[in-house]
């Protein structure tokens, strides 16, 4: 019998929404790099990440001026929204259209608000790097897989979450990078790190070296590393042995082609008790970067519930 936990894991085939996962992937950067281009910086690029919504993707408040704005993909109804702190909206619908047709209308849209939006207008960790007003052969979408999309980023999210819940040293929030196109959470020991030697397409490496500034121990969800995507788990720098960790549950594995742990959502969805699957997943491979790093754990990790017998909420 198919439990309700189970039914809320949906499943979508990466090659059943290829082409439209590769158009949203630029919709997103544009969306993103207009945050960039007003957000003050964060360390690590925080300030340039999405959030998962109860409706799809949004920026969060982006300070403009004295007031702000803010912008959000709507999977249930399939248009983009733009508000604004004044009280100036647009909207503008989701369907098939290309990355050029795409980025005309938001930044059309924008210029009706009065909102200025100077971004780098390519795309970045990709190649090529095909200018948003040229790209025409990005112009897919098909609004029941971004829906299904943004559904299996509300469970990695809500999971991903509750694991975070458990560090009280320096965590992110969990958050939507459009430059990988993955929800990720990263974990701090406290310690600088070497410098990231860089190297991904159309960015420039100081990006890296800024990303990953600290010692950390990074996991989140892509829609990539298996048929459904996959949840993933690395660390920086690796630790001698990381790799040979035995990490569960069942299906997880170490990637060679990737130099992380990955677990396939498809594996996750099929467990009898998918959150506890993806649990296991991070809490596992976090353990395992830790102690081969010899994190100081006491000091980094709590209960999360520790307030609650003494009826603090």
Not at 152 to 159: G, M, P
Not at 277 to 302: M, Q
């Amino acid at each position: 019998m198919t439990s309700p936990a189970t039914m809320s894991w949906p499943s979508l085939r990466v090659s059943d929404w290829t082409a439209t996962r590769e158009t949203l992937h630029m919709w997103t950067q544009i969306v993103g790099k207009i945050r960039m281009a007003h957000a003050p910086l964060l360390n690590h690029w925080w300030q340039v990440t999405l959030y998962v919504s109860p409706r799809g993707l949004t920026t969060s408040t982006i300070p403009y001026g004295t007031g702000a704005f803010e912008i959000e993909f709507d999977f249930l109804d399939h248009r983009l929204d733009v508000r604004t702190s004044s009280g100036g909206a647009r909207s503008l619908p989701l369907r098939p259209m290309s990355v050029a047709e795409f980025y005309s209308r938001v930044m059309a849209m924008l210029d009706e608000l009065g909102i200025e939006a100077p971004i780098r207008p390519r795309p970045n960790e990709v190649d090529p790097a095909i200018p948003f007003a040229e790209d025409h052969q990005h112009a897919s979408y098909d609004g029941a897989a971004a829906a299904l999309f943004w559904r299996q980023l509300l469970q990695a999210n809500r999971v991903i979450g509750e694991f975070r819940s458990h560090f009280v040293g320096k965590v992110s929030p969990v958050h939507f990078f459009w430059g990988g196109m993955d929800l990720a959470c990263t974990r701090f020991s406290g310690r600088s790190a070497p410098p990231h030697p860089g190297g991904m397409p159309n960015c420039g490496d100081w990006v890296m070296v800024e990303g990953y500034s600290r010692e950390l121990s990074s996991c989140g969800f892509w829609p990539g590393g298996g048929e459904e995507g996959a949840f993933y788990s690395y660390a920086y720098p690796t630790p001698d042995g990381f790799a040979e960790q035995q990490v569960g549950p069942e299906g997880a594995y170490f990637s060679t082609e990737f130099q992380q742990f990955l677990l396939p959502y498809e594996a996750a969805r099929a467990a009898p008790d998918p959150d506890r699957a993806v649990a296991e997943f991070l809490r596992t491979t976090y353990e395992a970067a830790a102690d081969r790093a010899n994190w100081d754990r006491s000091a980094l990790e709590d209960d999360p519930t520790r307030w609650h017998q003494k009826g603090a909420r």
